[in-house]
């Protein structure tokens, strides 16, 4: 008996262990950037991946160079889980500017309002991290074949 205990422990704290080090890889805030000349700002797409299992996703604006946001166009979170490459995002709640702004398209954080969610919305995507964990690259069968590359910014 106590060697059937220790054979299933052990499988136990491996595929634990197997899981924890696939999160492991995805915590942290990611980032990807580009200027909006149209506007003058720097549009921010970042997620954030917290190990509780919830994340954070911030599409924003900032000034080019700085690292706080100016505003925000959108604020999603949720909760996310991972099996191998696959990486399903669950939204529970969506904070998004009141709907009479529309120029600049975005507000700062405390003027955001919460905007309903179905419960069942998840979106599953492929993700890939470099080999040095410098870089996220999401793709959703909706996006182009490269995808999205976001940049680690916590590190």
Same mark, same amino acid.
């Given at each position: 008996? !106590?060697? #059937?205990? +220790?054979?299933?422990?052990?499988?136990?704290?491996?595929?634990?262990?197997?899981?924890?080090?696939?999160?492991s !890889?995805? #915590?942290? +805030?990611?980032e990807a950037a580009y200027f909006a000349e149209d506007l003058g700002f720097e549009s921010v797409n970042r997620y954030i991946f917290l190990s509780d299992g919830s994340y954070f996703y911030e599409w924003g604006y900032r000034v080019l160079g700085e690292t706080e946001m100016t505003g925000y166009h959108n604020i999603w979170t949720g909760i996310y889980l991972t099996a191998g490459d696959q990486l399903s995002l669950q939204t529970l709640r969506v904070f998004s500017p009141p709907n009479m702004v529309t120029q600049p398209p975005f507000v700062p954080k405390d003027q955001l309002e919460e905007k309903?969610?179905?419960?069942?919305?998840?979106?599953?995507?492929?993700?890939?991290?470099?080999?040095?964990?410098?870089?996220?690259?999401?793709?959703?069968?909706?996006m182009d074949m490269d995808g999205a590359t976001f940049q680690r910014v916590d590190e």
């Amino acid at each position: 008996m !106590k060697r #059937l205990l +220790a054979i299933v422990m052990t499988l136990a704290f491996s595929c634990s262990e197997k899981e924890e080090t696939l999160n492991s !890889k995805l #915590l942290g +805030a990611w980032e990807a950037a580009y200027f909006a000349e149209d506007l003058g700002f720097e549009s921010v797409n970042r997620y954030i991946f917290l190990s509780d299992g919830s994340y954070f996703y911030e599409w924003g604006y900032r000034v080019l160079g700085e690292t706080e946001m100016t505003g925000y166009h959108n604020i999603w979170t949720g909760i996310y889980l991972t099996a191998g490459d696959q990486l399903s995002l669950q939204t529970l709640r969506v904070f998004s500017p009141p709907n009479m702004v529309t120029q600049p398209p975005f507000v700062p954080k405390d003027q955001l309002e919460e905007k309903s969610v179905s419960p069942s919305e998840t979106n599953r995507f492929q993700f890939q991290i470099s080999y040095d964990r410098s870089t996220l690259t999401v793709r959703h069968s909706q996006m182009d074949m490269d995808g999205a590359t976001f940049q680690r910014v916590d590190e």
